[in-house]
């Protein structure tokens, strides 16, 4: 397989992963850091969304450094930015968080830089 579709592959499992832990940790709420908080760690990382988030990051690792083993890494590590706008679209859709001009056009930007270092 190509080591860049290796790339997306890591890149989407990290997707799942941030959005499987927002989903968790909006269920639980806020985290404050006071005596509990070590209480509060254990619970969140208990939490099934959590732990899925976790098991997601790990696959991606897993399918990170084979891509490493196939791309060069000043081609690898810019792709990583493709998580940044399906995280966008991500958040957009199905978290219902505001879209704004600024992060359109920041998106817009990354797109351009992807496609210039891709070349």
């Known amino acids: 397989m190509d080591g860049k579709y290796i790339v997306l592959i890591s890149i989407l499992f990290n997707v799942f992963g941030q959005y499987s832990m927002k989903f968790g940790?909006?269920?639980?709420?806020?985290?404050?850091?006071?005596?509990?908080?070590?209480?509060?760690l254990?619970?969140?990382?208990?939490?099934p969304?959590?732990?899925?988030?976790?098991?997601?990051?790990?696959?991606?690792?897993?399918?990170?450094?084979?891509?490493?083993?196939?791309?060069?890494?000043?081609?690898?590590?810019?792709?990583l930015s493709i998580g940044y706008i399906l995280i966008?679209?991500?958040?957009?859709?199905f978290l219902k968080?505001?879209?704004g001009i600024y992060k359109i056009i920041g998106t817009l930007l990354i797109i351009c830089g992807i496609y210039f270092v891709s070349k």
């Not at 254990?42 to 939490?47: G, N, P, S």
């Not at 966008?88 to 859709?93: A, Q």
């Open 97 to 99: 968080e505001p879209l």
């Open 42 to 47: 254990f619970k969140i990382f208990t939490l």
């Open 25 to 40: 940790m909006t269920k639980f709420g806020v985290v404050e850091f006071n005596k509990n908080i070590f209480i509060t």
């Open 49 to 79: 969304h959590i732990l899925l988030g976790l098991f997601f990051y790990g696959i991606s690792a897993i399918f990170w450094i084979i891509a490493l083993s196939k791309v060069e890494l000043s081609v690898a590590y810019p792709m």
């Open 88 to 93: 966008i679209l991500i958040s957009y859709f």
